[in-house]
């Protein structure tokens, strides 16, 4: 199992920025996507990035304000969220290994989770 430590979340207001950092302290170079789960709806992948970071996946709702990114050199994904939106509120997620086949990203059998950071987006 990879351990996944993020940070970064927290209250900021409508058209703002924020910052989501996913490290693996003991891991390697994953395939790494960020999930989100709001209240009362199923966690769903918006981005994800292979473990070159040549190749990333973003859902339609995110793609043009999400950007992620990734330092294998210190075993750390981003995710840069701008433009935020009120909907853009939920428990973000970054999750690895994930697979990786067919343009897109999977959870897998041996992904970890994150503990999870809550971003709300005020009106």
């Known amino acids: 199992q990879v351990q996944l430590v993020e940070s970064g979340g927290g209250l900021v207001q409508t058209g703002g920025s924020m910052r989501l950092s996913c490290a693996a302290p003991t891991g390697s170079s994953y395939e790494t996507g960020w999930f989100r789960q709001a209240p009362g709806k199923e966690r769903e992948l918006m981005a994800a990035?292979?473990?070159?970071?040549?190749?990333?996946y973003y859902a339609d709702s995110v793609k043009g304000r999400f950007t992620i990114s990734r330092d294998n050199a210190k075993n750390t994904v981003y995710l840069q969220m701008n433009s935020l939106k009120p909907e853009d509120t939920a428990v973000y997620y970054c999750a690895a290994p994930l697979a990786y086949y067919g343009g897109t990203f999977y959870p897998a059998s041996g992904t970890s989770w994150g503990q999870g950071t809550q971003v709300t987006v005020s009106s």
């Open positions: 990035v292979n473990w070159s970071g040549r190749n990333t």
